[in-house]
């Protein structure tokens, strides 16, 4: 998603990849200049280097769900440690080191807790407002209602949303994970809605495709389900 966001993939502008499912549908690479992100460069070069692939495909080689030994090496490695480290880089966590039994393990506690905080306060207000489209980032991020929308769901699929409510009370927090169902539902079809068309700026359509894919495996996880 992110790599869509930052106009590096979209969908390969086809007609008649409309009569595919969403997840099935063929990702291309528009622009191979690095984000300076690790896992993000990591993924832009497998996809610039291999064969043209589905979403689908793309979710299951590099989380490393596929039964095809000989693309193993799709797989994304060590990827939660990275991305710690990651946010250490960026002051947002810090590292300390604990003993657990016999052995010294890495932890990364939050160091900036005032952005955990506006995360957190964005995700509540998406939530348990009727009006989500005034929750986003900025007006000068690039699909700031759309990134918080797909944040959302991607934690809501994690099975991480939960530490995002605890201070909501019992029917706040029904009504935050109703909402969430509604947002996933209505953000991982394709054509896209009257109101979800308002989101997407002009051009960036197939872009926006590949978040609505990604968004549409997320309907069929276990966790979900």
Not at 96 to 112: C, G, I, Q, W, Y
């Amino acid at each position: 998603m992110e790599l869509a966001f930052r106009g590096r993939i979209a969908m390969t502008k086809d007609s008649n990849r409309r009569k595919c499912p969403l997840s099935d549908r063929i990702i291309e690479v528009l622009e191979d200049k690095l984000t300076g992100e690790v896992l993000l460069d990591e993924a832009l070069k497998l996809m610039k280097n291999s064969e043209p692939m589905s979403v689908g495909n793309w979710i299951d080689l590099m989380s490393g769900e596929t039964w095809n030994v000989m693309k193993i090496g799709y797989q994304l490695k060590q990827v939660r440690e990275r991305l710690a480290k990651g946010l250490v880089d960026k002051g947002i966590l810090r590292t300390e080191k604990r003993n657990f039994l016999l052995f010294d393990m890495a932890t990364h506690p939050v160091s900036d807790s005032s952005t955990k905080e506006e995360i957190v306060n964005r995700v509540i207000k998406t939530l348990t407002h009727s009006n989500h489209s005034s929750t986003s980032i900025t007006s000068e991020t690039p699909f700031g209602n759309l990134r918080t929308i797909s944040m959302v769901c991607a934690a809501y699929a994690a099975n991480v949303l939960e530490n995002a409510l605890l201070q909501l009370n019992h029917e706040l927090r029904e009504k935050a994970y109703t909402k969430v169902d509604e947002l996933l539902s209505e953000y991982s079809t394709h054509p896209f809605s009257k109101k979800v068309k308002a989101d997407i700026p002009e051009g960036k359509e197939l872009q926006v495709e590949v978040v609505f894919a990604v968004l549409n495996v997320f309907t069929k996880m276990d966790s979900i389900l």
